[in-house]
């Protein structure tokens, strides 16, 4: 996990641990807590000033050591901006491409398996798991604010 991914870890734990309703990112119906794809105002606002926060300290840990003091706040808006919509897409990619399996017997829906031939697949793309949707998300941003930083 990378530091644009952190907000997202943030908004998973305080969005899946409350009692406020969790809806899917695409379609805003209810969706099960904990669920790939699931956002709540909560966590959303957790994503936000988690992005801020891991702005913040890489600021004050890295960046104090090579950027002039007087390009700060610069910065902390990007690194802020890319960690939120970076937790938005990986939201979006989770509910859209994360394969996602049915448990007859519970009636839960299953994200991760050791076998996938005892449970009913109901959506995604086999073996798209959370952590290629982390990678996917990791890259797409960073090479979405690469060219952004570059062109201004």
């Not at 004050?60 to 050591?65: A, D, F, R, Y």
């Not at 990619?93 to 996602?100: A, H, N, S």
């Not at 519970?106 to 086999?126: A, F, H, M, P, V």
């Amino acid at each position: 996990m990378n530091i644009l991914n952190y907000s997202g870890l943030i908004a998973s734990e305080i969005g899946s641990r409350t009692k406020g309703v969790t809806r899917s990112i695409i379609t805003f119906k209810k969706i099960e807590q904990g669920e790939s794809g699931g956002i709540s105002l909560l966590g959303t606002f957790s994503a936000l000033l988690g992005s801020v926060f891991i702005a913040v300290l890489s600021y004050l840990l890295i960046l104090s050591l090579v950027v002039p003091i007087y390009n700060w706040y610069y910065y902390l808006i990007i690194i802020s901006i890319a960690g939120f919509i970076g937790n938005l897409i990986d939201s979006i990619l989770g509910i859209l491409i994360q394969e996602k399996y049915l448990d007859s017997n519970t009636n839960k829906i299953l994200e991760q398996t050791n076998n996938r031939k005892e449970y009913q697949k109901i959506s995604g793309i086999q073996y798209i798991n959370n952590n290629v949707v982390n990678l996917i998300t990791t890259v797409s941003i960073t090479v979405i604010f690469y060219f952004i930083i570059n062109l201004i």
